[in-house]
């Protein structure tokens, strides 16, 4: 019998088991961000910065020199290692409470300085680890623990487009919004994850990437009615593209 | 090396260049302003670096970043300030890393005032910040001693691995005076070899945090953390001013103790005997020299420039064994030697 290695983890992934829940896009941007780091050869030389939420363990997954931030100001330690070592590949990795609600100062100064690190960030619209509550990227209409009625426009505001804010901001070199919900997706989002990191590789400041992902367990559904949710109602409001992207327009 | 004139904030931030900081993170708030002027030119001169944070809370952030890496650095603000950069700091001390933090004291509660002030008194030796942890806090009482201690705290800082904070006020650092500079120390641009983060090349990945959620886990970590402090109890010190044939002591720090000792001396001169210990680290607190002055029956006033916080921890190295007494003085004003004249020469009477 033939036997043909269809798949190989990367290394910089550890093998062990995970605490994400069924159907949680974690996992699958964990996998991704290591892939791009091991094929960019990134991985002797990254120092990631763990936040607070669901990715707070990212350590155990991703196996790379890690200090963990308080909550929302991962850019904010991430410029001060950058700084310390600009010879190194820095990166946050925060969810939706962390990035756009506590730590929304220090994402805005951190890109609006051009800091050259990459950030990762991972939109499921609720706060998973706490128990799903509102966030700020919470839908309009979407049921939480804290808006139990759902989210209103008038009282709550409407849902942070991070990526489209980021891109507006001078000192951004690169900011997309991907999903991972489908293999076109997944490839897609591969594609422009490297190119994030490139740009931190090559030197050209600061790169942004959204994940829009599931959170079954929070948002009460099976994992594929939440991929299901993800396509007919979270990309027609946090549409997929690159938003910015100075290293293709100096092409 | 030639005696330089300076001010209290320029000598902090000369000591942190002479004892190799290569990064700067501060945010502006009065008084301590000569700080972040002066690091904005000499971090870049000296190759390092230097960030105007978005606030205080971003600024103690990079700092614990930095600290991540081995590299020297540095954070500076005042009393408001300093309440928003002690998530960072309790951060730091849980995940055992090395930051040198300066607090230019002023007038609070809030907004409080820009004038002198000893009201953070509890908020640096007691922690600061939530969790059962300790900073190493050194107190100046002169402009050459706030340059020297700056040395002092990097070091420390590194030995314990730990956050350190220097303590002064409005009067240390608006103060000028001259100093004689020491020479610049050669330090390795990265420190803590068997911990900084530097990408796990041909190596296990070290992880630097403070979240411990296995069972038992938290526990054994505040366990080393509470070893450490106990180590550090050496590394006291203290200013002691004619104690021997004293039967008052007064127990004053920084800038209030340097008064005070302009007070003692006019008294001696018309026979009172007050002697002084100036704490020169609040944490570790000097409680063995005071224990001993009260074994030898001798009477304590503790003088500071609040309504009584660092009395308590006077109060607690005599253990009841003489009698003690208190004056504070108000925030908002800058005292003279004659405003203690009359509560020591009361405390030598009781």
């Given at each position: 019998m033939h036997e043909i290695l269809a798949y190989k983890s990367p290394s910089l992934l550890a093998d062990i088991p995970s605490h994400y829940c069924p159907g949680c896009h974690h996992g699958t941007i964990h996998k991704l961000v290591a892939q791009c780091l091991q094929e960019l050869e990134l991985g002797d030389d990254t120092i990631c910065v763990g936040s607070i939420g669901c990715s707070v363990f990212i350590y155990n997954y991703i196996l790379l020199d890690t200090v963990e931030a308080p909550h929302g100001r991962a850019p904010a330690v991430a410029t001060g290692v950058k700084r310390s070592r600009p010879d190194k590949f820095v990166f946050t990795y925060q969810g939706d409470g962390d990035l756009a609600s506590i730590g929304l100062a220090e994402i805005m100064h951190a890109a609006n300085r051009g800091e050259k690190i990459s950030v990762v960030f991972v939109n499921n619209t609720v706060y998973g680890m706490t128990g799903g509550q509102m966030a700020p990227t919470t839908m309009i209409g979407q049921k939480t623990t804290t808006c139990p009625g759902g989210r209103c426009s008038d009282r709550e505001g409407l849902p942070m487009k991070m990526a489209e804010i980021m891109a507006g901001l001078g000192g951004v070199s690169y900011s997309a919004r991907v999903a991972v919900n489908n293999i076109k997706n997944f490839k897609k989002a591969k594609k422009t994850l490297k190119q994030v990191f490139e740009i931190q590789k090559s030197g050209k400041g600061f790169g942004f990437i959204e994940f829009l992902a599931s959170c079954p367990t929070n948002w009460k559904m099976t994992s594929t009615d939440a991929n299901d949710r993800l396509k007919k109602e979270m990309i027609p409001f946090f549409p997929l593209g690159v938003f910015k992207d100075l290293q293709g327009e100096s092409k | 090396m030639a005696r330089i004139f300076i001010k209290g904030n320029v000598a902090i931030a000369r000591g942190a260049l002479d004892a190799g900081c290569k990064c700067y993170f501060g945010y502006p708030i009065t008084p301590q302003n000569d700080i972040p002027e002066f690091m904005s030119r000499a971090m870049p001169e000296a190759g390092g670096e230097f960030v105007q944070a978005e606030s205080e809370v971003a600024a103690a952030n990079m700092l614990l970043g930095a600290a991540a890496c081995g590299i020297r650095a540095m954070t500076s603000s005042s009393s408001p300030g300093m309440s928003l950069k002690q998530e960072a700091i309790s951060y730091m001390a849980g995940s055992e890393l090395p930051g040198v933090i300066v607090n230019m004291n002023r007038g609070g509660p809030g907004l409080g005032d820009i004038g002198p002030s000893q009201g953070d008194y509890f908020q640096a030796v007691k922690g600061g910040g939530h969790g059962d942890y300790r900073t190493l806090v050194l107190a100046p009482g002169t402009v050459q001693e706030a340059y020297d201690l700056t040395f002092l705290a990097f070091e420390l800082a590194f030995a314990y691995r730990n956050p350190v904070l220097i303590l002064g006020d409005a009067i240390i650092g608006q103060m000028q005076e001259p100093i004689t500079p020491s020479k610049p120390l050669a330090v390795d641009p990265f420190e803590g070899g068997s911990w900084r983060l530097e990408g796990a090349r041909q190596r296990e990945a070290r992880i630097l945090k403070s979240l411990h959620l296995t069972d038992g886990a938290l526990a054994g970590h505040n366990l080393k953390l509470q070893e450490k402090y106990k180590r550090a109890e050496k590394e006291v010190r203290f200013?002691?001013?004619?104690?021997?044939?004293?039967?008052?002591?007064?127990?004053?720090?920084?800038?209030?103790?340097?008064?005070?000792?302009?007070?003692?001396?006019?008294?001696?001169?018309?026979?009172?005997?007050?002697?002084?210990?100036?704490?020169?680290?609040?944490?570790?607190?000097?409680?063995?020299?005071?224990?001993?002055?009260?074994?030898?029956?001798?009477?304590?006033?503790?003088?500071?420039?609040?309504?009584?916080?660092?009395?308590?921890?006077?109060?607690?190295?005599?253990?009841?064994?003489?009698?003690?007494?208190?004056?504070?003085?108000?925030p908002g004003n800058l005292p003279t030697p004659n405003d203690f004249e009359q509560p020591i020469i009361n405390a030598l009477r009781s």
């Open positions: - | 200013e002691e001013f004619m104690t021997d044939d004293a039967s008052l002591i007064i127990v004053a720090y920084g800038s209030i103790g340097r008064i005070v000792k302009s007070t003692i001396r006019k008294l001696r001169k018309e026979g009172y005997k007050a002697g002084l210990i100036r704490p020169v680290t609040l944490y570790p607190f000097p409680s063995q020299i005071l224990k001993s002055l009260a074994e030898q029956g001798k009477k304590f006033l503790t003088i500071e420039h609040n309504m009584g916080q660092m009395v308590e921890d006077v109060r607690l190295s005599i253990c009841g064994l003489a009698h003690s007494a208190f004056h504070g003085q108000l």
